[in-house]
């Protein structure tokens, strides 16, 4: 079955057959999927591919960057793809570099340091502030994109200055 689902997913895909099938693989045993999912997640990648400005290798090597990261901030592997390919839309940039910064994204909204900033301005990214249980994480990555327009200058710079400690940028 899985050999199936790989031999179709280098032919609908586009994906080189030795690079394609570790890529693949990978990305399975990061989100626990098994060989009967494989068949879907091409139809995923493909789909996303055939319908945006992004190749299914470029998905597929940003998944290979993010996917951990993403499955334990709770998001679903389907907006993990959609993140992925907005940020490739909107960038330009590789699905490895969109995957790389995507990761370092989810790592820098859960520190201490960016939820204060986040609460500080009005940003809610708390199921339950008093446990410090955060929201799901595309839950908070709606809350921030709602609330970015509004947030003042003083907020702003915050973030970056978070961000430049980080070393985001």
């Given at each position: 079955e899985m050999t199936r689902a790989m031999l179709l997913g280098i032919n609908t895909a586009e994906l080189d057959a030795d690079s394609g099938t570790t890529s693949l693989i990978g990305i399975m045993q990061q989100w626990g999927y098994e060989a009967s999912d494989l068949e879907g997640i091409i139809d995923k990648l493909n789909y996303t591919a055939d319908h945006n400005a992004i190749t299914t290798?470029?998905?597929t090597d940003g998944l290979l960057q993010?996917?951990?990261v993403a499955k334990i901030a709770g998001m679903s592997f389907e907006d993990t793809i959609g993140t992925l390919t907005a940020m490739k839309e909107a960038s330009g940039r590789t699905g490895k570099e969109v995957g790389n910064a995507f990761k370092?994204?989810?790592s820098y909204i859960q520190r201490d340091s960016s939820l204060k900033v986040f609460d500080s301005a009005g940003i809610d990214v708390y199921a339950n502030k008093l446990?410090?249980?955060l929201l799901p994480m595309q839950e908070i990555l709606t809350n921030?994109?709602?609330?970015w327009g509004s947030?003042?200058?003083?907020?702003v710079d915050?973030?970056?200055k978070s961000a430049d400690e980080a070393q985001l940028f």
């Open positions: 290798q470029d998905l993010a996917s951990s370092s994204i989810l446990t410090g249980e921030m994109a709602t609330k947030v003042g200058d003083a907020s915050a973030l970056v």
